[in-house]
């Protein structure tokens, strides 16, 4: 896919203009999205005009992601090896040569290629972002995520000044993935600083050794929720902890839902890192936080802004996966004190609606935000077996609870008293 020369020229010329006149820090809304940070960005075009997409900000990734379509409207070389991966089909293709953030002008410098999805809207499963924005583009600024406000900075190095606790942070020199000292029950490990990641991961080996120190820890079986990543095959048994507290860089944190790692996605994982580590602390435990990334100096900031504690596990108990053609698949139920929490539906059902919204064309933190609610609170879901539609009412449970169901029952027959 290559342009021809003259309107190529003048795209080299736009950007260089834009990126002469653009400001060295910019502040623009977040949309966070299944707890991903989603912001608009802007390409100039080879006519002059600028394209407005939906990029998700994922530190925690060293690969540039895109979608087929919109690598075609840049005029970018796709080529290489066309691979199957759980994504969909994918490719390489040259890399953007501008972006624009609120008008600042960011420059991939450094990074070669990026992953091209040929055959989805978006560059993953359940999201409406057409590209992201990886480490290795980010560590070319300094960085602010502020989760209380959802509002996101990106300024020149040295431009940002930056609140609260700093914490000295080691660097993949080759890929700037982030990992911080981390101390869990007397365990000190890195963990991975990842805003673009839903939820938490650790890996199945620490994950055993706290389930087994800490029989009285919440625990389930099956992503829900921010744990319903993708809706890869193996989600629905996944293993759920939460972690009442840890020191994250010498950052309390509580509350800490994670999700146990595979051994073979752990041995990748921690290849990426260059470094030892035991996983990834994601959004879910920041919600609270300012984040800041100051790349230049190795160093993250966090400053709690609030205190609240955001209901994560209040919802309906299915693990779902989002179709290419926009449908969302049950692909698990999970168990509720010992039984399914949603009866009369099985894996291979295919959710139509919640409560008469319809599911088709809703990114997952759409379909999750129906999904969710207070305890107790009943869903009306549309589903459709073998052709046919069926209704089934589902309760919004409390999953990854500590406190027992016995106490739960107790609190219900007071309240109706």
């Known amino acids: 896919m290559k342009l021809a020369t003259a309107p190529f020229l003048l795209g080299l010329l736009t950007a260089s203009v834009l990126a002469q006149t653009a400001p060295n820090s910019v502040t623009v809304p977040i949309t966070l999205d299944h707890n991903r940070i989603i912001i608009d960005v802007r390409f100039p075009l080879p006519d002059g005009s600028t394209k407005r997409v939906r990029a998700w900000v994922d530190n925690g990734n060293s690969d540039m992601w895109i979608t087929g379509a919109l690598a075609q409207k840049l005029g970018l070389e796709v080529s290489g090896e066309l691979k199957d991966t759980p994504f969909g089909k994918e490719q390489t293709a040259s890399v953007p040569s501008v972006l624009l953030v609120g008008g600042m002008a960011l420059h991939a410098t450094g990074l070669e290629r990026a992953q091209v999805v040929l055959d989805r809207d978006s560059i993953g499963p ?68 990842d805003v673009g990641a839903p939820f938490g991961l650790i890996s199945s080996d620490l994950f055993a050794k706290l389930r087994q120190a800490h029989p009285r820890w919440p625990h389930m079986t099956g992503g829900l929720g921010p744990a319903n990543f993708w809706g890869l095959p193996d989600e629905a048994h996944w293993e759920l902890l939460r972690i009442p507290s840890l020191q994250y860089g010498g950052i309390p944190l509580t509350d800490v839902g994670v999700a146990s790692f595979s051994k073979e996605i752990m041995d990748w994982f921690e290849k990426r890192a260059g470094m030892p580590t035991a996983g990834l602390i994601g959004a879910n435990a920041l919600l609270n936080y300012r984040v800041g990334i100051d790349y230049a100096h190795s160093t993250v900031y966090f400053e709690q802004i609030s205190k609240g504690r955001a209901p994560d596990m209040d919802v309906v108990g299915l693990t779902l996966r989002p179709e290419p053609d926009g449908r969302y698949t049950v692909i698990g139920v999970a168990e509720f004190d010992g039984k399914p929490s ?20 809703g990114t997952m933190g759409q379909v999750w935000s129906l999904l969710d609610g207070s305890p107790g609170e009943i869903r009306t879901l549309t589903l459709e077996r073998d052709g046919k539609q069926f209704a089934v009412e589902a309760t919004v449970h409390r999953f990854l609870s500590e406190e027992p169901a016995i106490a739960r029952k107790s609190k219900t027959r007071k309240s109706s008293k």
């Open 342 to 361: 949603v009866a009369d539906v099985k894996a291979g059902d295919l959710l139509i609606a919640i409560d008469k919204v319809p599911a088709k064309g």
């Open 126 to 193: 359940g999201t409406s972002a057409e590209i992201n924005l990886p480490s290795t583009v980010l560590r070319n600024y300094a960085v602010l995520v502020d989760y209380p406000n959802r509002e996101l900075t990106i300024a020149a190095p040295g431009t940002l000044h930056f609140k609260g606790t700093a914490v000295k942070a080691s660097l993949n020199p080759d890929n700037a993935l982030i990992q911080l000292p981390v101390k869990i029950a007397g365990e000190d490990v890195n963990l991975a600083l």
